[in-house]
């Protein structure tokens, strides 16, 4: 095991039990029973249409966007179930925070684009704003780059800019749990590592939900890996064993590349 | 070698008609402004221009003060902007960003339908339903009103707000709205912060098309309004019969002596109207052409 201290680490997150499936019967999520460490990186990884990103959608409900017609079993959030009705959506979403494939930058300014989420909250005091948008842009490895043109339009940033700004958003918010869908499928493998280092220093402070591009990615980043096909677990486990000794025939085949 | 000689035949048949087109719009406005300025101008030497900027019109009398009729046009027009662009806007965020999809399947298409309304249908609901029913309320003279008339050109506004603002709003990506409500955005800080702004300059065409429909307009607030070139002032006005530029050119031209100073006169009130839609324009375009310019630069 290469976590000297997991004994110490809990679990942020439980799933039990938990089924899903959309309207059109596509992408679903069968019997899913998983925990997720905290401070951790815990990948999911699979190939297309595997429910990975149903899934990671299940932690801040933006599956309620979707056209669900099954959702059953619990997540439990600190021991609480986030999928029940009375749950403070608005709140859920400001612990977890979320980085999409493709960055999406808000038609804003760089510095808007990061307070965005507070400002939502009601916080108007500048001093607290201005030192969140320059905590979470050295988080996300950012701020050397634009501490001189916060103001400009966040869209005048390159691709991999765009998407740190992304991680950096969602860090201003203070959650306890990110979230990140394919963070790196759009980006060159410069701006690809430095998202990849900024997880392993906020693996410290944040529970990471990672949903790696590549099996490569997967066995760089991760803590705890689950191997998903068509909407089932097939194997969990701690470490870098599931890269280099596989339980399961199916995981070999998907991590020896013999389909994807 | 044949074929290919073929296709670019063709292909040079089709760039030419389309540059054909895209040119025909141009000459067809050049077209008018000339004939404009050819019938209209000679206005400026037959009547001073003194007496065309005064406050009485009479052409029986010689007197072509044409003030009271743009007043009369920009009352009906700000009225109905006041009355078109909250509505319109509602409308279009409702059915773009609230409405279940039933409700939005049902509501666009209506939308639409009302939008191809032909005016004079609308005049006549003016004139025998909407008026009377004014005068009793508000207990007014006479119901034939700059405010009946802002009223009916407002509902002429709506429909082409909407139709045009929804398609705006509908074009925001969707991970635009899932990134805000990521952040805990609730689903109305989702609209007026992010999808709102995003669809900025097609809500800004939206209302820029509503106003120009609305000062157009010539039937419904020719049958409305009262028609009484009377200079609105003060806000009493919005309650008292007016007539706007456009009325006065319909119900004159047809009895007009062509190649009179009444004649030219009308002509000339059309010039103005082709400069304040010009005006109007020129000024959204500008608003939509900075913020292109300022992205396309921050972006080469």
Redesign the interface.
Known sequence: MPNKNDSVKENKVVLENVNLSYSDGTESLKNVSMPFVANSTNVVFGPAGSGKSSLLRLF?R?ND?ADVTLLEGQVLLDGENILDPNTDV??L??KV??V?A?P?V???SIRKNLT??LE??GEKNKTVLNESVERSLNQAALWDEVKDRLD??A??LSGGQQQRL?LA??LA?EPEIVLLDEPTSGLDPISTNKIEESLQILKKDYTIILVPHSVHQAARTADYSAFFLQGKLIEYSAGKTIYTNPQDERTRDYVEGRFG | MNKKSTLSWKEYVITRLIKASGYSAIIFVGMILYFLLSQGLPALQEVPLSSLIADRWYPIEDYYGILPLLGGSLVVTIGATLIAVPFGLASAIYIAEIAPRWAREILKPIVEILGGLPSVVLGFLGIMVLSPTLQVWLDLPTGLSAFTGSLLLGGIAIPTIVSVAEDALDAV?R????????????HW?TIW??TL??ARSGVLTAIMLGIARAIGETMTVMMVTGNAPVMPNGPGALFAPVRTMTATIAAEMGEVASGSTHYHVLFFIGIVLFLISLAVNVTASAVIFRQVK??EK??S
């Open positions: 801040n933006l966007l608005i709140a979403r400001r925070g979320m999409f493709r999406v808000l038609p804003m965005y989420g939502l909250a400009d339009p869209i005048a992304c958003r969602s918010n | 990506p991970s635009y709205r899932e990134a805000a409500l990521a952040l805990g955005a609730t800080q912060t992010v702004p995003a300022r992205t921050l972006l």
